[in-house]
Each structure stands twice: as C-alpha cells, then as structure tokens.
C-alpha cells in the first residue's frame, strides 16, 4: 500500500491521545446511497487508527468497505499541505471510490517558507483527472492571529484562481471569518461551484452562501445539543444545495462525540438533517448523491 502522508507531528500525537479510543458501532444503513464529501483518510489512520480495528494492508481499503456496508459509498479525501495533496491524488488513482481535492490549509499558508513554491505544486497536481476540488483553503482567525492573516488571503485568492482555471470546485474552510471568506469571493469573483466545508454560520450567514448558489456541507456537528443555529441554518438551505460530510476523524456526530470519526458515521448526521430540515430519508439521500455527483464529477 502507500504510505501515510507523514510521522503524525507533536501537536497531531498530542489530539491522537484526546481521541484515544476504539471506533463506534457501524449505524443503520442508509436507503440510498450518499458520498463523504470531506475526510481525511490519512490523518484517521495516523491519528485513530483502522476503522473496523485490527492492523490492514490496505487501512483506506478497510474505511471504503466499511462505509459501503452503511451506504456511503462514495469518499472525498481533502488535502490540507503538500505532502497530503500528493498523497489523496495517489490514493484516488488506486481506489475507484474516492476522490481528492488539493490544497494548503489556511493555518498552514502562514507557516511556510515558499508559499509560491508551494502553490505550484498545488496547480501541479490540480492538473489530475481525479483531483476534483481545491481545498481546503479559505480564511481561519480561530488559530492564525493577525500576523497571519495576510499569508492566509493570498493563498486563499491563489486557490480561487487555481480552482477557476482548472474548472474545478473550491472547497473552502471558514472559522470565525464569515464576512471576509464572503469579501474575498466577491472580490475574485468566486468559481462556479463554492462548497463550504463543515458549514458553521448561523441562519444569516446560510441565507448569504444560499443567494450566491454556494454548497453548504454540514458535519457532525449539526447533531449537537448545542448547535441550533446551525440546525437553523439546515432548515433553510434548499436540500439542491446540501452536501454531507464527517472530516474525519474529527467531528464525530452524537452519540459518540469525542471518540473517532470516520465515514461509516455519515448516517448518523444524514439521519439529523432528514429530521432538522422535515425532508424525506429517501428523498434527501437521492439529493445529496446527485449534488455530489454534480459538485465532484463521478467516481
């Protein structure tokens, strides 16, 4: 098999310890099938080890079988540097039921000593057949400070003009930058097809992304007790404009918040927003595979 993208780092073994734990029970299977559209394959093995337990071969073999069994079968793995970026390009070209988006995460740009060298790789592998996105990039003000800031926009606008010239959708992260995500789209003129990943704005903000025709994908924190603004923002998206993710392995949805995530939960949160937005199981399944087939080309 390929290896791991990396030896997780200090930081990485130090949330591996939070998160210690075995894996959740697989849920019901779903009606129909949906895709993961945001996981991190590499970073749940490195970090939380195989979903199923047990040592594997093929670890990413082992997490598509065991979606499969409960109706995800269909994965985008999302990278967040270099060293990721190659490595879900390669894992796509090996698994038939995964796709990959390229990128460096908005925490990262700040922290690099040759962005534009590093942003060249990235168009380098933008170019592939199997890349289908660019992302995650966007804006973070949870981790970067101000000192940062300017790094994370220049790359976030080099990603937007990446994604357009490649025809190809744009995967965005937003932390506690909902306005300035928004002024930057506006200001480059966003690409066709806009997903913001583990949508975290309340009902105002949806309302936004909603009149601009942007993708809101919604994680397991849509389950929470606490996230009912978030739920509101659910209620209102058209279900033409949801997709459904896990970003694993954080996020795990209720009622295993705290232990690993990976994509076998996707029904647990597909479950939620059936129930937060009144629709249909079925009805909302059938939408969330076709928005992902049209948002990620198919498989």
């Not at 060298?117 to 890349?131: G, N, P, T, Y």
């Not at 309340?202 to 924190?221: H, M, N, P």
Request: aromatic letters at 6%; hydrophobic letters at 40%; one cysteine or more.
């Amino acid at each position: 098999m390929l290896s791991l993208m990396s030896e997780p780092t200090e930081t990485r073994r130090e949330r591996a310890a939070r998160r210690a734990g075995e894996f959740p029970p697989a849920p019901e299977p779903l009606p129909r099938p949906v895709p993961d559209s945001h996981t991190h394959l590499d970073i749940t093995v490195s970090e939380a080890g195989v979903p199923g337990g047990g040592p594997a071969d093929d670890p990413v073999a082992v997490a598509i079988a065991l979606a499969t069994k409960v109706g995800v079968d269909r994965l985008v793995q999302v990278g967040v540097d270099v060293a990721s970026s190659r490595w879900g390009a390669e894992i796509a070209d090996r698994h038939p039921a995964v796709l990959a988006t390229v990128a460096l995460h908005p925490n990262e740009a700040p922290r690099l000593a040759d962005l534009d060298e590093a942003l060249r790789e990235i168009e380098s592998l933008a170019a592939r057949d199997r890349v289908r996105g660019i992302g995650e990039t966007g804006m973070d003000f949870f981790r970067t400070g101000d000192e940062g800031r300017a790094a994370q926009e220049e790359s976030f606008r080099a990603h937007i003009a990446i994604a357009k010239r490649y025809g190809k959708a744009l995967v965005i992260h937003d932390r506690d930058a909902h306005a300035d995500v928004l002024r930057i789209l506006d200001d480059e003129a966003a690409p066709d097809t806009v997903v913001l990943h583990c949508f975290s704005g309340d009902a105002d903000f949806a309302r936004e992304c909603v009149r601009r025709g942007y993708l809101l994908s919604f994680a397991g924190t849509v389950t929470f007790g606490s996230a009912t603004a978030l739920r509101e923002a659910a209620a209102l998206t058209p279900v033409d404009q949801i997709l459904v993710e896990t970003d694993a392995p954080y996020l795990t949805p209720t009622p295993h918040r705290g232990r690993p995530n990976a994509s076998y939960l996707i029904p647990l949160t597909v479950r939620s927003l059936a129930a937060t937005t009144g629709t249909d199981l079925d009805e909302l399944c059938a939408a969330i595979s076709a928005t992902g087939d049209r948002v990620f080309g198919p498989w």
